[in-house]
């Protein structure tokens, strides 16, 4: 009795909780059945059950190919560089967001927190678009105006991978300052008070005061952002270079790579393979990530 009591006291609350519930049972833990076709030589006339089973040949395939190498090493250099110049812009950015405010330039400065992150896939998509056009693009009329050659962005591989960490700091920048900006704002204010009774300049109060009682927030962001180090932004890598086969050394990644598999060569055995293996990858980092933290500062570990 004393079950169906607690339950009917919980019903609200549950109802609220079964959308939650029902989208992570369709879209992660069923799909989670098909991790399976890569253990097989799965084709479409046998079906899920009757393909061939082919054991690990899946993976041997992905790793004797350059592929593997050239996807692992651009997914997790970029990400190593989002991670670590993302995070430190971004909390310069949401110390920028207090500096405005103690000026009373509040309204300002909440316009400035969401600007970036508002426009960022038309800076991702149009605006670069638009910037990096071989005949009307601003830049090559730039480099025209002063006497040079136009360049051939999408053909030359040589600038993209800089083109690929500015849009992603221009689309993420605006959201996790936010989150940073946050956390300061909860600060105890007395604290500032008496740095600067103390005599502490607004640049020693940043370095002693605000960067220190930062460190729970910004480790626990780390330990999720190093767990999504295997996965990278679909959109960015795929739509604005135009997935361009030229610059498929230095901005092919294991998503696009799943993606132009599938639609390519319809090897859903491999691909599958792929996934999982940046699944297993990931799950890695975050537990080894954790355990670090865990040992080096228990009280900032995430679980």
Avoid at 70 to 95: D, E, H, P, Q, W
Wanted: net charge positive.
């Amino acid at each position: 009795m004393k079950f169906f009591k607690d339950l009917k006291k919980s019903a609200p609350l549950l109802i609220m909780m079964l959308p939650v519930v029902v989208y992570y049972l369709l879209f992660n833990y069923l799909p989670m059945f098909g991790t399976l076709i890569a253990f097989k030589n799965f084709n479409y006339v046998d079906g899920f059950f009757k393909s061939p089973w082919v054991g690990l040949k899946n993976f041997e395939f992905l790793f004797q190919s350059a592929d593997a190498f050239i996807i692992t090493r651009n997914t997790l250099l970029y990400n190593l560089v989002f991670i670590f110049l993302g995070m430190f812009l971004s909390i310069c950015l949401a110390i920028t967001y207090d500096l405005l405010g103690r000026s009373k330039l509040n309204r300002v400065n909440q316009t400035l927190a969401m600007f970036p992150h508002f426009i960022s896939w038309v800076i991702a998509t149009y605006f670069v678009t638009a910037l990096l056009d071989i005949d009307k693009g601003v830049l090559n009329r730039i480099i025209t105006t002063f006497g040079g050659e136009p360049i051939e962005w999408y053909s030359e591989s040589t600038y993209w991978p800089i083109i690929i960490v500015v849009c992603y700091i221009w689309k993420t920048i605006g959201y996790n300052s936010i989150i940073y900006y946050s956390n300061i704002k909860g600060f105890d204010i007395e604290y500032y008070e008496a740095a600067r009774i103390d005599g502490a300049s607004w640049f020693q109060q940043i370095i002693y005061i605000t960067f220190p009682l930062l460190k729970s927030i910004a480790i626990i962001m780390g330990i999720l952002a190093i767990g999504s180090a295997f996965y990278s932004d679909f959109g960015l890598f795929y739509l604005v270079p135009k997935n361009s086969g030229a610059l498929y050394n230095v901005t092919s990644t294991i998503d696009t790579y799943v993606y132009n598999g599938l639609r390519q060569g319809g090897n859903l055995g491999m691909t599958t393979a792929t996934g999982l293996y940046q699944s297993l990858v990931g799950f890695a980092l975050v537990i080894t990530t954790n355990a670090i933290v865990r040992k080096v500062s228990p009280e900032n570990a995430l679980f």
